[in-house]
């Protein structure tokens, strides 16, 4: 509206000068006229001034509006992963706790057999791991399991049957010292022999042929060092690995391994 009228008001004026100037009005009152469409011609430039600064905020406030939006969406996808990320990570921790549990009833359960030296309970690789010596088991280049070798895995089967939905590897281990003899051609086949041997007495034992695996890994998963006595002596073992079950393991998204 105040744009309007100062035009008007321009329009009139001039109109008034030039006319006023042709009929002969005053000089006093035609100075006073000039002033006033100065004025109002500088109101006017003033206005559209107002008026393309005002266009210019309102772009730059759609704008801002439009980006705003964006980072609200782009918010939103982050808080929905967040909080993927947070239930991943109480899912991990229950599992872990699970875990651990699993775990701490092993040692209690067998607290008097790894006091007593025959065994020893740990962690290798992200697995629990039951570990005997094959001093306690066999005889040097030997299958058959000796009377106190029976005797404490017959200790360990009564534990094991316990565990419920886990499988078991018997792993059997030797040093790097080589086997040549007419029924062992290499360690590979003296570990595993060892490791089917174990497999077989924990069946007749009662665990669950179901959840036995053996395997032999002859002298390539050392925890010594071969070039001493103590390592080799550490290194001739067998292992009885309990096995992550299908929910321990990591999730990988739709189409992995196409």
Not at 108 to 114: P, V
Not at 223 to 236: A, E, M, P, Y
């Amino acid at each position: 509206m105040r744009r309007t009228i100062s035009t008007f008001s321009l329009l009139a004026l001039a109109t008034a000068l030039v006319f006023g100037a042709a009929c002969g009005i005053p000089e006093e009152q035609h100075n006073a006229l000039k002033k006033d469409l100065a004025r109002i011609r500088a109101e006017l430039a003033k206005t559209k001034g107002d008026l393309s600064k005002s266009q210019g905020d309102n772009k730059r406030l759609e704008e801002e509006k439009a980006a705003l939006g964006g980072q609200k969406d782009a918010l939103a996808k982050r808080l929905g992963a967040t909080r993927k990320e947070i239930e991943q990570l109480r899912r991990a921790r229950a599992l872990e706790a699970k875990r651990l549990a699993t775990f701490r009833k092993l040692l209690s359960r067998l607290r008097k057999m790894i006091d007593s030296g025959k065994l020893e309970v740990t962690t290798r690789k992200g697995r629990m791991i039951v570990k005997l010596k094959d001093k306690i088991l066999f005889d040097p280049g030997k299958t058959k399991l000796k009377k106190d070798g029976s005797a404490a895995l017959k200790e360990l089967a009564a534990v094991l049957k316990e565990i419920d939905k886990r499988d078991f590897l018997v792993a059997g281990h030797t040093d790097n010292v080589p086997i040549r003899t007419r029924r062992f051609r290499s360690n590979w086949e003296l570990s595993a022999a060892r490791a089917v041997q174990v497999v077989k007495f924990l069946q007749r034992q009662g665990v669950d042929p179901k959840h036995l695996a053996a395997a032999g890994y002859s002298e390539y998963d050392p925890v010594g060092d071969n070039s001493t006595k103590d390592g080799k002596r550490s290194n001739r073992r067998i292992e009885i690995v309990l096995m992550p079950n299908i929910e321990e393991l990591p999730r990988f998204g739709k189409g992995f391994g196409k």
